[in-house]
């Protein structure tokens, strides 16, 4: 099945630094990736959507200068939480569209889990 | 809007025993509806998914069935065993959005 790799998975950084991370499809192509938050036991909140060569899409209420979505290729997307402070610490999936839009799924990478201390 | 209805957990069952998660959801058109789940520490894996109403889908010994006429897309195995403990996530994607929307999740604990 197809892969997605996100790396780091875990971090943890001072308040005010800014981290990156990365999500990587694997075996295929993905002009659409997206951004999600979860918090501890609850589910996950979509913060943007992420296509291939344009600006993401955000989601109402995510700041779009603190958390900077780049897809500069159809493998590899970044989310830049800049400047960040404790309560951006979170656990941040991405996940990438099947390229066969027919099948409406979407492939999950692992997670990273950010801590600001 | 779209949205997704999940029974609460914990569920704690012993091994053997049936399954039975409960989701509903609200959305305008024919939305595709799935299950994922998540085991600690990792990311969602795509358990089982339908695209159409009496559609059903199945995994691994689970199965769900779309039922249009009640909202619904419940989850359920005969026979849990504890590597099924983990967090069930129903979700949906609508015919008008694009956008894959997450019921907030059912804990599974399955003991020996």
């Known amino acids: 099945g197809a892969v997605v790799s996100q790396h780091p998975s875990r971090v943890i950084c001072k308040s005010g630094t800014s981290v990156k991370i990365e999500c990587r499809s694997l075996d295929f192509q993905a002009t659409t990736m997206f951004w999600y938050r979860q918090f501890p036991k609850q589910s996950l909140m979509l913060m943007a959507t992420s296509n291939e060569g344009s600006k993401a899409t955000y989601e109402q209420g995510v700041e779009k200068d603190k958390f900077l979505i780049n897809h500069a290729s159809l493998t590899l997307s970044t989310l830049t939480v800049t400047s960040a402070h404790p309560e951006d610490s979170s656990f941040y999936i991405c996940s990438a569209r099947s390229p066969d839009l027919a099948k409406n799924i979407q492939y999950f990478g692992a997670g990273t889990r950010l801590s600001v201390l | 809007g779209n949205s997704v209805t999940q029974m609460e957990g914990p569920v704690t069952l012993s091994e053997e025993a049936f399954l039975t998660i409960n989701c509903t959801y609200t959305a305008t058109g024919y939305p595709s509806l799935f299950w994922y789940v998540q085991y600690p520490g990792e990311g969602l894996q795509l358990l089982l998914k339908a695209t159409k109403a009496d559609d059903k889908g199945s995994n691994k010994g689970f199965e769900a069935t779309y039922r249009k006429e009640t909202t619904s897309f419940h989850l359920e195995k005969g026979s849990v065993q504890v590597s099924d403990s983990a967090v069930y996530f129903c979700?949906?994607?609508?015919?008008?959005?694009?956008?894959?929307?997450f019921g907030q999740g059912t804990t599974l604990q399955v003991k020996p």
């Open positions: 979700a949906l994607i609508g015919s008008n959005t694009g956008k894959l929307i």
